[in-house]
């Protein structure tokens, strides 16, 4: 299929998938917030993207931001936005959906890329791997021509490698070549398409200069260019055995960051892989629920009383909660991941991180299935409250989505010395023992249970920003226990 044919396919799908889904949610659009919009909105996002390629995925964005503007938040019908709140979840949606539409559209080109780069690079990397230590590239052109310049008494020395269409100086030592000089190297007025293997002497105003091709393996890489030195016939062969060794050292250095880059572009695709896969997953099933909900809503052949319609709604708004929960760790890995963690710690009481982190669970976990044992009286911690708030959250939603129905999930809390020890305990199928320190990588999922790495992962990332640690152990009598320490806020003693 042409590329003008898969992206009007895309475009079909983008548009048609945003109006079939907003007809869905369009008679329930006073019991929707922004955020369950926006979620359900993510579908036409990736089914254009997967039809037709980054443009349709940015044109369902588009279609998606003016239909959730328009159609569910007030005022209806108007570009205007009542608040900052919707504002920001309006721009949240369509910076995280272009991001994604991106990754999706490049993960395959990314992938191909990488595996040409691999063979490509591993093939040449062996054929010049001793012949010289590791050098960056800036360093290994500038060391050529310093040594040649001395080991041949030269006015000037140059290393030229094609750049674009032209041959442009890449290292110089010496004094700088003149544009006489730069002309004779290149004949066609510096407008050359290619490096071309020519060896001899030119003659130049002033003197004569040696040209020498730097080839490995039959193929040009650059010049090296000898001016203004008493160069005999040994001193000639002399520099041609030089400027050999010089171009499988060049070749290798270049083979180098080649690696480097393939080595960069793997880790990309693998991230990117991870993470759709980890989204697929996680999605899945909150989206099926949803829909099944509303498909039972919307059926006219069933007659619904008001509490199985109540029961649906809260099943809508949980599964909701859930996706929101999802988006919101993925923001969170991706700050991790970016270095742009920064902790704003503050006395707090745990009992009020525990309370913050149930409510981010929203009707999901039952607050009378949690209970807290704090041994004696808790100092106050000197923490970020958003980010341990979401480490508990984190953990009592891993702790809920596999301890048996029935079972009390608890919150246990001990000081020990400058640090509050917290753990939190579920009668789950708990952790095999050789998988409690891979359990925290990202995107693992794991025979014993099938925890999922991705809030685990945050959590360790969140209490190791305040300098602690977290691990996962068995609970007393089966189960998960996960436990990790709190620095103890330092509070001067006239106020103590």
Do not use: C, F
């Given at each position: 299929m042409s590329s003008f044919g898969r992206g009007l396919r895309g475009s079909v799908v983008a548009l048609g998938t945003v109006g079939a889904l907003c007809a869905l949610m369009l008679p329930f659009r006073s019991h929707l917030s922004v955020a369950t919009t926006a979620l359900v909105l993510v579908v036409p996002v990736v089914l254009a993207v997967a039809a037709g390629g980054f443009r349709a995925g940015a044109l369902a964005v588009a279609a998606g931001f003016l239909a959730d503007d328009l159609l569910f938040i007030p005022p209806y019908g108007r570009l205007s936005v009542g608040n900052a709140q919707n504002w920001t979840a309006l721009a949240v949606y369509v910076v995280v959906m272009l991001v994604a539409a991106r990754v999706v559209a490049r993960v395959d080109a990314a992938r191909a890329e990488a595996r040409r780069r691999e063979v490509q690079t591993r093939h040449l990397f062996d054929l010049s791997d001793v012949l010289i230590g590791v050098t960056p590239l800036a360093d290994l052109l500038g060391r050529i021509v310093f040594t040649m310049q001395r080991a041949f008494s030269l006015r000037s020395a140059a290393l030229l490698?094609?750049?674009?269409?032209?041959?442009?100086?890449a290292a110089e030592a010496g004094t700088p070549l003149s544009p006489d000089e730069l002309r004779a190297v290149s004949p066609s007025g510096g407008e050359r398409r290619s490096v071309v293997p020519m060896s001899g002497r030119r003659a130049v105003p002033g003197g004569e200069m040696?040209?020498?091709?730097?080839?490995?393996?039959?193929?040009?890489?650059?010049?090296?260019v000898a001016a203004g030195g008493p160069l005999d016939v040994h001193d000639q062969e002399l520099l041609r055995t030089?400027?050999?060794?010089?171009?499988?050292?060049?070749?290798r250095s270049q083979l180098r960051e080649q690696a480097l880059r393939t080595a960069l572009l793997e880790e990309v695709d693998r991230w990117r892989g991870a993470l759709m896969g980890a989204v697929s997953h996680d999605l899945r099933t909150p989206l099926a629920a949803v829909k099944a909900a509303v498909s039972d809503l919307r059926r006219h052949d069933v007659a619904l009383s008001p509490d199985d319609v109540d029961e649906l709604l809260e099943l809508i708004e949980v599964q909701s909660d859930r996706l929101a929960r999802l988006v919101a760790n993925l923001l969170d890995m991706t700050r991790i991941q970016a270095g742009a963690l920064e902790l704003h710690p503050e006395p707090t009481a745990l009992s009020e991180l525990v309370e913050e982190g149930l409510g981010a669970l929203g009707a999901e976990l039952e607050r009378g299935r949690v209970k807290t044992n704090f041994v004696g009286d808790l100092p106050l911690l000197d923490v970020d409250h958003?980010?341990?708030?979401?480490?508990?959250?984190?953990?009592?939603?891993?702790a809920h989505r596999h301890a048996p129905e029935g079972t009390v999930i608890e919150v246990q809390a001990r000081r020990a010395g400058q640090v509050v020890e917290v753990a939190v305990e579920d009668h789950g199928p708990g952790v095999p023992e050789e998988e409690r320190e891979r359990v925290f990588q990202m995107f693992n999922r794991i025979s014993g249970g099938g925890r999922a790495g991705l809030g685990?992962?945050?959590?360790?990332?969140f209490v190791e920003a305040h300098g602690q640690e977290i691990?996962?152990?068995?609970?007393?009598?089966?189960?998960a226990r996960f436990v990790f320490t709190l620095p103890v806020a330092q509070v001067p003693t006239e106020i103590a």
């Open positions: 490698l094609p750049t674009g269409d032209e041959v442009r100086v040696m040209v020498v091709p730097l080839v490995s393996s039959g193929r040009p890489l650059g010049l090296l030089y400027a050999n060794q010089a171009a499988l050292a060049l070749e958003l980010l341990v708030a979401q480490v508990l959250a984190n953990l009592l939603e891993n685990l992962t945050i959590a360790k990332a691990h996962a152990e068995e609970a007393p009598g089966g189960g």
